[in-house]
């Protein structure tokens, strides 16, 4: 059964003013990862969309039989939503979800920016080289000791699985290897915040998404308190100036100056 229960995974909607902010949860996690920056950014008067991406929020099994053109299928639909609403939309996006919104940002050029949140470009640990062949012997494995969250108080808001779809986890590898080779197309501005303590992607993952795509409009956040999950972790507060701050100096003159 996921842990915790104290949250839900459902998908949100807030709306607000013109500008539009599509924030997407990571791999095995729910909405629920994104909302303390989403309430923020509300407050702010972004309107703010969290989907739930297909095979999360009802079981591992489900997620198993999830496919990557699944998640990025839905992403597109939720940006076309969002962009029906706004005049202005930023992606982004925690994890595998920062993933899918370098993605949209190869697909849409147009976009207003990325928001890159411990984006997984890389993923440490010995499940992750083994996974091509361990779904061949092993459908689910339990998740390991590594806490994605620094802070006690912030885990009561984390919904995610508690075990390890291995399935599942072989298809976020095709997908990162099929983003790896869209940076190219990348030229929107770039907002990346990662923590040095991040027992899940590894710094060399940001650094990869620096050399590879083909803006040099990149601002870093870099954090030394909290774990994978910086969105709900210790720091999440650093992170979500940080973001408005980043949205606010890439609006058109127009919403700016509203």
Same mark, same amino acid.
């Given at each position: 059964?996921?842990?915790?229960?104290?949250?839900?995974?459902?998908?949100?909607?807030?709306?607000?003013?013109?500008?539009?902010?599509?924030? !997407?949860?990571? +791999? #095995?996690?729910?909405?629920? %990862?994104?909302?303390?920056?989403?309430?923020?950014?509300?407050?702010?008067? +972004?309107?703010?969309?969290?989907?739930?991406?297909?095979?999360?929020?009802?079981?591992?099994?489900?997620?198993?039989?999830?496919?990557?053109?699944?998640?990025?299928?839905?992403?597109?639909?939720?940006?076309?939503?969002?962009?029906?609403?706004?005049?202005?939309?930023?992606?982004?996006?925690?994890?595998?979800?920062?993933?899918?919104?370098?993605?949209?940002?190869?697909?849409?050029? $147009?976009?207003?920016?990325?928001?890159?949140?411990?984006?997984?470009?890389?993923?440490?640990?010995?499940?992750?080289?083994?996974?091509?062949?361990?779904?061949?012997?092993?459908?689910? !494995?339990?998740?390991?000791? %590594?806490?994605?969250?620094?802070?006690?108080?912030?885990?009561?808001?984390?919904?995610?699985?508690?075990?390890?779809?291995?399935?599942?986890?072989?298809?976020?590898?095709?997908? !990162?290897?099929?983003?790896?080779?869209?940076?190219?197309?990348?030229?929107?501005?770039?907002?990346?915040?990662?923590?040095?303590?991040?027992?899940?992607?590894?710094?060399?993952?940001? %650094? $990869?998404?620096?050399?590879?795509?083909?803006?040099?409009?990149?601002?870093?956040?870099?954090?030394?308190?909290?774990?994978?999950?910086?969105?709900?972790?210790?720091?999440?507060?650093?992170?979500?100036?940080?973001?408005?701050? +980043? !949205?606010?100096?890439?609006?058109?003159? #127009?919403?700016?100056?509203?």
């Amino acid at each position: 059964m996921p842990q915790p229960d104290t949250t839900t995974p459902a998908p949100f909607l807030l709306a607000g003013g013109s500008v539009g902010v599509l924030l !997407i949860h990571g +791999f #095995t996690g729910a909405p629920s %990862e994104m909302r303390r920056l989403a309430d923020y950014l509300h407050q702010h008067d +972004f309107t703010v969309s969290g989907p739930l991406l297909p095979g999360h929020g009802t079981s591992v099994a489900d997620l198993n039989r999830t496919r990557w053109q699944q998640w990025t299928a839905h992403v597109e639909a939720a940006l076309a939503d969002l962009r029906s609403r706004c005049e202005t939309v930023f992606v982004g996006g925690l994890s595998l979800g920062g993933v899918l919104s370098l993605y949209l940002a190869a697909q849409h050029p $147009d976009l207003a920016g990325a928001l890159l949140y411990a984006p997984a470009m890389r993923i440490s640990g010995w499940r992750a080289r083994l996974v091509p062949l361990l779904k061949y012997v092993v459908r689910v !494995i339990p998740k390991g000791e %590594e806490e994605p969250l620094a802070d006690p108080e912030s885990r009561a808001l984390h919904w995610c699985y508690d075990e390890y779809p291995v399935v599942a986890a072989h298809e976020a590898h095709r997908l !990162i290897a099929h983003v790896r080779r869209q940076l190219p197309r990348v030229t929107c501005p770039l907002l990346i915040a990662y923590s040095l303590a991040d027992p899940v992607v590894p710094t060399a993952a940001v %650094e $990869d998404i620096v050399r590879g795509v083909s803006t040099d409009d990149i601002s870093l956040l870099t954090l030394e308190r909290s774990g994978h999950v910086v969105t709900l972790d210790a720091e999440w507060q650093q992170v979500a100036e940080k973001t408005v701050a +980043f !949205i606010r100096a890439h609006l058109p003159e #127009t919403e700016a100056a509203g």
